[in-house]
């Protein structure tokens, strides 16, 4: 799936709001708990993760490219 950004970066919590994985900033915390994300290759567990155009983000199964 291709994410498109209008910003420098996005954040991995706006990521999962934008993506609609979830609905509200106080589920990012829980979400990431208890799912795989990987951002290029790397497994993460902070929200306020930047992501940029060009970042590959796999959420479980789901991939998304991140585009400008």
Known sequence: ???KI???YITLGQLLKF???????GQVKEFIA???ILI???????RGKKI????VVQ????VFTITR
């Not at 940029?52 to 970042?55: F, I, L, P, V």
């Open 6 to 8: 209008y910003t420098g």
């Open 59 to 62: 959420i479980n199964k789901t």
């Open 19 to 25: 993506a609609g994985l979830i609905d509200t900033g």
């Open 40 to 46: 290029n290759g790397e497994a993460t567990e902070q």
């Open 52 to 55: 940029y155009a060009g970042d």
């Open 34 to 36: 208890g799912n795989s």
């Open 1 to 3: 799936m291709q994410i």
